[in-house]
């Protein structure tokens, strides 16, 4: 194997890495996970018991919402995450648009409002994240909740 090819593995590997942090919904703050614990020893109405291992100690999964890394980075190079509100232009046929949405995970993918994050961030350099869930309503905050039960209704569906 040569250096290009060993370097072309890496950085698939690098991509399949999975990066979380989590919302905590009992002290209201966000929290940097080190690993998940899916093993679930216990089994409540037919769902495993999981533990989201934070530096601060652990958590129960039902306590926190789980939000992922996208890889991508906004204007300031800071990774853009699930939950994030992040301010963006997007030009369509009747000229510019500003619009500023939260971070969403549906579908196998994170999306800004019917536009997927990776297209917003290739077609707008100058993309900003300018908030967090946790800076906004507490609607906003279970429609992130919703978002993360839909996708795992529709991952039964499949």
Not at 19 to 41: H, P, Q, Y
Not at 68 to 85: A, F, P, T
Request: proline content about 1%.
């Amino acid at each position: 194997m040569n250096n290009q090819e060993h370097e072309a593995i890496e950085k698939m590997s690098e991509f399949n890495d999975v990066k979380l942090r989590a919302w905590d919904k009992v002290n209201k703050e966000m929290i940097t996970v080190e690993c998940v614990d899916f093993s679930g020893k216990e089994i409540q109405r037919g769902t495993p018991t999981m533990v989201a291992h934070a530096g601060d100690g652990c958590h129960a999964l039902k306590d926190v919402i789980l939000l992922r890394y996208s890889g991508l980075h906004d204007k300031n190079n800071v990774e853009i995450c699930q939950g994030h509100r992040v301010r963006y232009n997007i030009t369509r046929y009747d000229g510019d648009h500003e619009y500023e949405d939260i971070v969403i995970y549906w579908k196998g993918s994170l999306w800004l409002g019917w536009t997927i994050l990776c297209e917003v961030i290739m077609n707008d350099p100058e993309a900003e994240i300018v908030g967090d869930m946790h800076d906004e309503s507490e609607l906003e905050v279970s429609e992130v909740e919703d978002d993360n039960k839909r996708e795992k209704s529709d991952k039964t569906e499949e």
